[in-house]
T-cell receptor
Framework: ETGVTQSPTHLIKTRGQQVTLRCSSQ?????VSWYQQALGQGPQFIFQ???????GRGNFPPRFSGLQFPNYSSELNVNALELDDSALYLC?????????FGPGTRLTVT | LAKTTQPISMDSYEGQEVNITCSHN???????ITWYQQFPSQGPRFIIQ???TKVTNEVASLFIPADRKSSTLSLPRVSLSDTAVYYC???????????????FGAGTRLAVHP
């Protein structure tokens, strides 16, 4: 147990729809990162937020967007879903070099 | 960020020591080496981090030679529950907390057999 929680656990959406995934950081952690993990691959960095500001972004299109709230919880929004967006979405919180990952949200796009 | 290369898979037996080597030829001066473990349908879990020489914790040891172009994760006396994917990552420490981003490769799939 890392203290990082994500919701929902599983989600099924249709191509073209929009989805919001949520993450609650471990207490005291001011940085949150989001990753996409396709089946059989390593996690791919989407973006990172530090004190409510985007602090870095990976190679993902603008339809992937995020928010970090004053309590350091976070949201990942994906617009215009595509079949290739089907993956495990992980968030990780940190307050130093070690990142603590949540259990992930399994998104299936049909 | 430095790219890493590690074996795709390894097999071992309960009670044996397992060593997983990672190559990172282009590691930068400010880069640290970190290993994560991931079980199916779970997020990765931090195992160990080091900069040079040897680091040991209650779970593993990390050996880093002087040139830092490779590193070896050592798991003593593995059990069935150590079956997982192990990722080697390199990156610098950012003052804001955490890495700017963690670059994961495909990892090494370790299978521990009875």
């Amino acid at each position: 147990e890392t203290g990082v929680t994500q919701s929902p656990t599983h989600l099924i959406k249709t191509r073209g729809q929009q989805v919001t995934l949520r993450c609650s950081s471990q207490s005291g952690h001011n940085t949150v990162s989001w990753y996409q993990q396709a089946l059989g691959q390593g996690p791919q960095f989407i973006f990172q937020y530090y004190r409510e500001e985007e602090n870095g972004r990976g190679n993902f299109p603008p339809r992937f967007s995020g928010l970090q709230f004053p309590n350091y919880s976070s949201e990942l929004n994906v617009n215009a879903l595509e079949l290739d967006d089907s993956a495990l979405y992980l968030c990780a919180s940190s307050h130093g070099y070690e990142q603590y990952f949540g259990p992930g949200t399994r998104l299936t796009v049909t | 960020l430095a790219k890493t290369t590690q074996p795709i898979s390894m097999d071992s037996y309960e009670g044996q020591e397992v060593n997983i080597t990672c190559s990172h030829n282009n590691i930068a001066t400010n880069d640290y080496i970190t290993w994560y473990q991931q079980f199916p349908s779970q997020g990765p879990r931090f195992i160990i981090q080091g900069y040079k020489t040897k680091v040991t914790n209650e779970v593993a040891s990390l050996f880093i030679p002087a040139d830092r172009k490779s590193s070896t994760l050592s798991l003593p006396r593995v059990s069935l529950s150590d079956t997982a994917v192990y990722y080697c990552l390199v990156g610098d420490i950012r003052p804001s907390g955490g890495y700017n981003k963690l670059i994961f490769g495909a990892g090494t799939r370790l299978a521990v057999h009875p």
